[in-house]
C-alpha cells in the first residue's frame, strides 16, 4: 500500500491556486469599485474638474478624513467590535482642545495633549464596559455616543456661552505640535498624509505581528483565543482607545485647518467609517477584514461625494449613493467568498 494513501494530507499544507488567493482578498471588491468609480466620473465629469490636479486633491481630502477613521474602525471591526461613539468624540475632543485654549489660556499644544488624553480614557472605559459587561459594544457605544455629544453640548455652552468656540488660528501660530496637524506638504493636505502613514502602519500591524494574529484571532473566535493564551480583553480595549484617538487626530486636524470647534462637528462620521470598512470587504461578523480594504473604501465615497460635486448632481444624491454601494459591497463581496470556497 502507497504510505501516502494511509495517511491524510493536513489542511495547512494543501497548494492553494492563485486565483483562490486573488478571491480570498478582502480587497477585491473594494479595488473592482474604486476602477468603476472612476472611470464613471472620469467619462462624466473629466472635463469639468474631476481629472484636475485641484479636483485630485479635493477628493483626496474628503477621503482622507473619512480614511483616518475608517482604517481603525476597520481594526476594530476585524476584532468583532463596533464604536459608535466616535463621531460624538471628534465633538468633544474638539471642545477639550479648544476650551482649554480660549476659556483658560493653555498653550495649543498642551490642549492637543489633554484632547487626546481625554480620549484615550474614554475609549478605555468603552472597551472596559464592553468586557465586563458583556453587553455587545453596539449597545455600549450607542448609550456612549449620545452621552458623550450631550455632555459636550451642555457643558460647552455652560463655559463659553455658545456651540461654536473660535479664534484657535492665532493662537496656532508658531506652536511646534501645532505644525504636525496643519497646512499642506507637497500640495497635498496634512490629513491625506495622515491618512496614507495610518493606512501603513497599521496595515502592517494586521499582517506582519503578532498583535495583528490576536486581533484576526478574538474576531474569529474570542474563546478559543482565550483558551490558546491570547488576552483578548487588552487587545479589544486597546482598540477602543485606537478609535477614539483616530477621532482626535480628525478634529485636532479639522480646527486647525478652520480655526474653530464646534459640538456638532463629527455627526454620522462613525457610520461613514462603518461604510467604509464594509465596502473595503471587512465583515461585520468579525475575523475578516483589511486596513488597505477599508483606506479604499473612504477613497470611494470620498471620491463619489466630490465626483457628483463635479458632475452637476444634487449633492444630497450622496446618501442614497452612499447606502447602495453599501448593500452592492455586501453582496459583491459575499459572492467573491463564495467563489473562493468553490475554487480548488
Known sequence: MNPSMSKPQDERLKKISPLKKLLS????????????????????????????????????????????????????????????????????????????????GLPVWLGIVLAFVFALLFGWLNGFLVMRTKLPSFIVTLASMFILRGLTLALTRMVSGSTRVSGLKDAAAGDPLALLFSGSLLGLPVSVWWWVLLTLILSWVLLQTRYGNWIFGVGGDANASRNVGVPVARVKISLFMLTAASATLLAVIQILNTGSADVLRGELKELEAVAAAVIGGTLLTGGFGSVIGAAIGALILGMVQQGIFFTGIDTDWFKAIMGSMLLGAVLLNNHLRKKATEVK
Not at 478582502?26 to 469639468?48: C, D, K, Y
Not at 490636479?53 to 477628493?59: D, I, K, L, P, W
Not at 476594530?76 to 475632543?93: N, V
Open 25 to 104: 482578498r478582502p480587497e477585491l471588491g473594494s479595488v473592482a469599485g474604486l476602477i468603476l468609480v472612476f472611470s464613471f466620473f472620469a467619462l462624466t465629469a473629466g472635463n469639468q474638474g474631476f481629472l484636475t490636479v485641484s479636483g485630485t486633491v479635493n477628493y483626496l481630502e474628503v477621503a482622507a478624513q473619512l480614511g483616518i477613521l475608517a482604517v481603525t474602525v476597520s481594526l476594530l471591526m476585524i476584532a468583532g467590535e463596533f464604536d459608535l461613539s466616535i463621531g460624538s468624540m471628534i465633538g468633544a475632543a474638539g471642545m477639550v482642545m479648544a476650551i482649554s485654549v480660549t476659556q483658560f
